[in-house]
């Protein structure tokens, strides 16, 4: 190709190439190019380099473990031995990238990103929803995200979709893949694999809040293997879940019960199993430290603000920040127990209005309601205080059924509502 000829453009060839480079990402890049036939020109004549600059600052050093992610789907190895996937190490700086390519990590990156502001909120800091995790945070999740990625679309549902054959020859070859999946993870080195890990934990609580909040004819009677077939179906089927895209299950076809065995079964122990096959060398330490992704979080400091209880001895601490993750721990059908117990008609016609009670309201508002409700022993309770999941649950049980026969009986005057002589204003609905 010949190089570009001069033009009215403020700059000269290399100065356009050396601006190119500087883009932060591959959208920013199409903008400009298709700007100006001169800048044009310049990308056609020098797009292995602009690309690959642009892939780097899109992606940052997870560039390698993107890298291979991308070249294991495009080629097609899914089910293949560890030994026969591409290794980070084949991608050397100078790897070139085409447009194909750039396209399909740009879209990869994009589900990463929007994990890791999800991450960042529910570990790193629940006061915002925007990303608070530092340069090395967001590195090593990452890192671990395209990683765990690269398992789950090598040895997951995806890689048996056009697998041919009977349904027992699909479960026979599922079942086989585990020792690959075990030879896949001892590849990687100790702190590596607790980053993925940690990964696998962080997508798991995604998954079964997702199956939680949005319940449909299959994760509502096999809600643990259906957060198994998200998890299992990778990171973009996982954020699409959490997002309101459940996908379609189809039991004939994915096996569920044989998703859920890998995670419950398979996963766990022997991610313990292969990190103890390690010792530092002579001379060598490893940092120990509560999290390998993150090197602090705000919780680690908070204290319940009841029981006073440790952060680091509960599940978690509560407030209005987060208060829609809580369902994961906090689920109503845990306190249908004790909703009864304090019914004096314990019929069946009252527990199915109960559960259509509190399925029909976004948990949001149900958690809000309840605490609107909530009764001189909790008075001095607020939105903003962080409080332990024993004491939200505390909270919860004792509130239940007042906000049961409040639900039950209240009846709408222009957004106030009329209980047993006392008016109260209608929440918003948050959820």
């Not at 009215?8 to 920013?28: G, I, K």
């Not at 705000?298 to 001895?313: K, M, P, T, V």
């Not at 721990?329 to 069946?348: A, N, V």
């Not at 559960?355 to 309840?370: C, K, R």
Request: glycine letters at 4%; charged letters at 25%; hydrophobic letters at 40%.
């Amino acid at each position: 190709m010949s190089k570009p000829s001069t033009s009215c453009f403020p700059f000269n060839a290399d100065l356009t190439d050396n601006l190119l480079t500087t883009l932060p990402d591959f959208q920013s890049l199409e903008n400009f190019v298709l700007s100006s036939k001169f800048v044009y020109d310049v990308f056609q004549y020098r797009s292995s380099s602009i690309f690959r600059a642009v892939a780097r600052n899109q992606i940052g050093s997870a560039l390698p473990q993107a890298l291979r992610l991308m070249k294991c789907i495009t080629g097609k190895l899914g089910l293949r031995p560890v030994e026969e996937l591409f290794q980070e190490a084949d991608f050397a700086p100078q790897y070139n990238v085409s447009p194909a390519e750039a396209r399909m990590l740009a879209d990869n990156a994009s589900v990463v990103k929007a994990l890791e502001d999800v991450f960042s909120w529910r570990g790193k800091d629940p006061r915002s929803k925007s990303n608070r995790l530092s340069d090395a945070e967001s590195l090593r999740f990452q890192q671990s995200m395209y990683r765990f990625w690269l398992l789950s679309a090598s040895y997951g549902p995806l890689a048996f979709e056009n697998q041919s054959g009977d349904q027992e020859s699909v479960r026979e070859n599922i079942w086989s893949s585990i020792a690959k999946e075990t030879l896949f993870l001892q590849s990687f080195g100790p702190l590596e694999l607790i980053g993925i890990g940690e990964v696998h934990s962080f997508l798991h609580d995604v998954a079964q809040w997702a199956t939680l909040v949005q319940p449909t004819a299959y994760t509502s009677k096999l809600r643990t293997p259906g957060c198994a077939y998200l998890l299992w179906g990778g990171p973009r089927m996982t954020l699409d879940a959490f997002l309101g895209r459940m996908p379609n299950f189809k039991a004939e076809d994915i096996q569920l019960p044989l998703w859920n065995a890998l995670t419950g079964t398979f996963y766990q122990p022997d991610i313990a199993s292969i990190t103890g096959r390690w010792s530092p060398a002579r001379g060598q330490s490893v940092r120990r430290r509560r999290s390998f992704i993150l090197d602090d979080c705000f919780l680690q400091s908070i204290h319940c603000n009841q029981c006073l209880a440790e952060y680091s001895r509960t599940e978690s601490m509560w407030s209005t920040y987060n208060w829609d993750y809580m369902i994961l721990y906090t689920h109503p059908s845990r306190f249908i127990e004790d909703f009864l117990k304090r019914e004096d008609k314990r019929t069946l016609d009252t527990v199915l209005s109960f559960a259509d009670m509190y399925e029909s309201t976004p948990y949001t508002q149900f958690v809000g309601e309840v605490f609107d409700l909530r009764s001189e022993v909790y008075k001095d309770w607020k939105r903003e205080d962080w409080v332990c999941t024993q004491c939200m649950r505390g909270l919860l049980s004792d509130t239940i059924n007042t906000w049961f026969r409040w639900r039950k009986d209240r009846k709408k005057i222009d957004g106030v509502v009329s209980y047993d002589g006392i008016s109260v204003r209608l929440l918003p609905r948050l959820g």
